[in-house]
């Protein structure tokens, strides 16, 4: 079966205006659902219906670009999950699973993606249901969420050209021992390519290595022009989680090959990958479960699909999480989206003390202006992204 993503071509890079904009817009409208998703986390929600919510949005907002080519895929590169307290990530239930409703003071993870012709904006949030500026979230809630939205800045700062994963890596330890948490072990941010959200590369940033990940993980450097889903997980426990007993529900599909030999696994994984391609996916993108269940089956047993199950803090703590999706640059980095954290609904008796992680957070997010010429074009590539869907509405 061939693939959209195969080419012997050598792949284009975010130095080419059109994959440039492909991100951008990626990015804009990950945020513009992540605002909406955000407004629908409220006491007595269920959870399913924010995530059915999220991932037609995300349809409902790509169709709405590049309508002339036919032949461009567009739509969710990570399906919307919802993980509330001490689960990690990866929940995103289905009609015949319970329901789990929100309630208030409940730390609630968002996560979802957007994709354009297979250049993804990844992203995710935190919040505390019911949290004001004038009743902040106090405690362990705030210190996970604080800390986690302090790395997630500081690494931000970190990467660009030249610097390495070892400075994100030692910077995170330090924020997350201020606030007394720690970030969860193990947990990977990754360059990212076309049609490809994680594991694309080599090139991985650890927040807390595990003994095994200390001898495998590189030490590395960014370059200019690369992608990077960068994800950060905090809680006050111990740093440690484990698989949850709830069902696997998001997979992506694989490199390997496999003749299956039931008539219902090829059917549903012809479905798969002219749908959701390399993407991952949830189940419940299929009008009929029972039918995806069986075919998932076989699917599964051979490799052919990746499973994402459910993890959770192992001392059953909540876990904050926070993740952009960003670009390398000449000049710096561009964040395409993320950044919608307002401090003012958390308060901790916890504060960074370290003036070189204060300096760091201290600099401007913002890239450095680096000439006319290079101003002029990443100027061309935002206007083009906004004329451009202009022409197709």
Do not use: W
């Not at 195969?6 to 792949?11: A, G, K």
């Not at 996970?144 to 994963?165: D, F, P, Q, W, Y």
């Not at 599964?300 to 670009?327: C, I, M, N, R, W």
């Amino acid at each position: 079966m061939a693939d959209l993503y195969d080419s012997d071509e050598e792949e284009l890079t975010i130095e080419n205006d059109a994959v440039l904009t492909k991100y951008k817009t990626a990015g804009e409208i990950s945020n513009l659902v992540m605002k909406a998703v955000i407004n629908e986390v409220i006491p007595g929600a269920s959870v399913i219906d924010i995530c059915s919510f999220g991932d037609k949005m995300i349809l409902d907002e790509t169709a709405k670009h590049y309508k002339k080519d036919k032949q461009l895929k567009k739509g969710i590169a990570f399906p919307t999950c919802i993980c509330v307290n001490e689960i990690v990530c990866h929940f995103s239930p289905l009609r015949s699973d319970p329901i789990v409703t929100i309630k208030e003071g409940d730390l609630v993870k968002i996560e979802l993606g957007v994709h354009i012709d297979g250049y993804a904006g990844v992203v995710a949030h935190s919040l505390v249901v019911g949290a004001t500026a004038e009743n902040p979230a106090t405690g362990g809630l705030a210190d996970a969420v604080l800390a986690a939205h302090h790395c997630s800045e500081a690494a931000l700062r970190l990467i660009k050209a030249g610097n390495t994963n070892k400075q994100i890596t030692e910077t995170i330890q330090k924020i997350t021992e201020a606030y007394n948490s720690s970030p969860l072990e193990g947990m990977l941010s990754y360059e990212i390519k076309r049609y490809q959200t994680e594991g694309a590369t080599d090139k991985q940033i650890v927040l807390n290595p595990s003994e095994a990940q200390k001898k495998e993980i590189k030490n590395m450097e960014f370059a200019v022009h690369e992608v990077y889903a960068m994800d950060v997980f905090v809680t006050t426990g111990s740093g440690k989680m484990k698989e949850s007993n709830v069902s696997t529900t998001v997979h992506k599909r694989s490199d390997e090959m496999y003749s299956l030999k039931m008539k219902a696994s090829r059917a549903f994984f012809s479905d798969v990958c002219n749908r959701f391609t390399m993407m991952p996916f949830t189940l419940r993108a299929f009008e009929d479960e029972k039918k995806a269940k069986m075919g998932l089956k076989e699917c599964v047993t051979h490799e052919l699909l990746h499973p994402y199950p459910v993890q959770q803090d192992s001392d059953g703590k909540p876990v904050a999480q926070f993740k952009y999706t960003v670009l390398v640059v000449p000049n710096g980095n561009i964040r395409i989206n993320g950044g919608l954290f307002d401090p003012s609904l958390f308060k901790s008796e916890h504060k960074i003390e370290d003036k070189e992680v204060l300096a760091l957070l201290a600099q401007s997010a913002n890239r450095k202006a680096g000439g006319k010429k290079k101003k002029k074009k990443a100027k061309s590539a935002a206007e083009e992204a906004k004329s451009e869907a202009a022409a197709e509405n």
